[in-house]
């Protein structure tokens, strides 16, 4: 994919932007950035979530929100980005998508244009907008992981997303060879386990695409994420003192810590090659 002048997002003002993505779907990273945006709302951060699925969103629908209006209504000029904006939990702000919508899978040149517009007038008074980019690697998802300041890549431990989550890693190192991206492992049992799972990552990144990955930790697994999801409640509020919570916690603290840029702030890997592991669970190829 080609970036030109006139299409696609420009670096966004004032808030620090987070693309939250994953190679594969169904990894709980829809999930993720509902739970971290909450949690960062504690630490008192101003926080909005956009939902670019811009064909199937669905974090109104995990937050159990009904919005009337979505990204459609702002893309053809109809309603303003505020008057599409609606309230979750503990004060996040939620510009939602619109679901079943194929006209909004591929932005033309004023589409990306009216939105640059649009978030050039809500950004500022953002500390933080996380991005729930759609699963893949289409034009869409590219163009936003490139105007973020940061990528947040999340994978689980099995062989597919690991394998999808060096592909994505792969395409981004080749459009943006610079761009700070971020590890975290949904699901793990325990740390052992996601450490496991960033360093086979990491280790294929560092010998095949020559740049190193930042770990941003993992999210323990918990049953009771399913009963809030069922819920639609994020976890952080339904159970606070459950395992997942802890880990949502300790990821919005990093994260709070971040700098815009990929030279300063978060880095939680030391800068040692990465130890070769005896245990190897999937295979990565150039």
């Known amino acids: 994919m080609k970036l030109v002048a006139d299409s696609g997002p420009r670096?966004?003002?004032?808030?620090?932007?987070?693309?939250?993505?994953?190679?594969k779907g169904g990894v709980g990273k829809t999930n993720v950035v509902v739970n971290l945006a909450v949690a960062?709302?504690?630490?008192?951060?101003?926080?909005?979530?956009?939902?670019?699925?811009?064909?199937?969103?669905?974090?109104?629908?995990?937050?159990?929100?009904?919005?009337?209006?979505?990204?459609?209504?702002?893309?053809?000029?109809e309603r303003s980005i505020r008057e599409i904006m609606v309230e979750g939990p503990?004060?996040?702000?939620?510009?939602?998508?619109?679901?079943?919508?194929?006209?909004?899978?591929?932005?033309?040149?004023?589409?990306w244009e009216r939105l640059n517009e649009a978030f050039d007038s809500v950004t500022c008074d953002l500390d933080?907008?996380?991005?729930?980019?759609?699963?893949?690697?289409?034009?869409?998802?590219?163009?936003?992981?490139t105007a973020a300041h940061r990528i947040l890549l999340v994978t689980s431990l099995e062989p597919t997303a690991m394998v999808d989550a060096y592909?994505?890693?792969?395409i981004m190192?080749?459009?943006?060879?610079?761009k700070a991206i971020g590890l975290l492992v949904n699901g793990a049992r325990d740390a052992e386990e996601a450490d496991l799972v960033f360093k086979q990552l990491d280790?294929?990144?560092?010998?095949?695409?020559?740049?190193?990955?930042?770990?941003?930790?993992?999210?323990?697994?918990?049953?009771?994420?399913?009963?809030?999801v069922l819920v639609q409640r994020p976890i952080v509020t339904h159970l606070p003192q459950s395992p997942a919570s802890r880990?949502?916690?300790?990821?919005?603290?990093?994260?709070?810590?971040?700098?815009?840029?990929g030279r300063r702030g978060l880095r939680l890997v030391s800068d040692r090659e990465p130890e070769r592991t005896e245990t190897v669970t999937v295979s990565i190829e150039s």
Request: glycine share 10%.
């Open 173 to 178: 190192t080749q459009t943006d060879p610079r």
């Open 167 to 170: 592909a994505l890693i792969k």
């Open 247 to 261: 880990s949502f916690r300790i990821l919005a603290s990093r994260i709070s810590s971040m700098a815009p840029g």
């Open 128 to 145: 933080y907008l996380l991005i729930d980019t759609a699963a893949g690697v289409s034009d869409n998802v590219l163009e936003l992981l």
């Open 40 to 77: 960062l709302r504690r630490l008192r951060k101003r926080v909005a979530i956009l939902d670019a699925d811009f064909g199937l969103g669905n974090v109104d629908v995990v937050l159990g929100l009904a919005p009337p209006y979505h990204l459609g209504h702002l893309l053809e000029g």
């Open 203 to 228: 280790l294929a990144a560092t010998r095949f695409l020559h740049r190193r990955l930042q770990y941003y930790g993992f999210i323990e697994h918990d049953p009771a994420v399913r009963e809030a």
């Open 11 to 23: 670096r966004f003002p004032g808030a620090l932007t987070l693309a939250v993505t994953s190679g």
């Open 90 to 111: 503990n004060g996040v702000q939620i510009i939602p998508a619109g679901s079943g919508l194929q006209e909004l899978t591929t932005l033309s040149s004023q589409q």
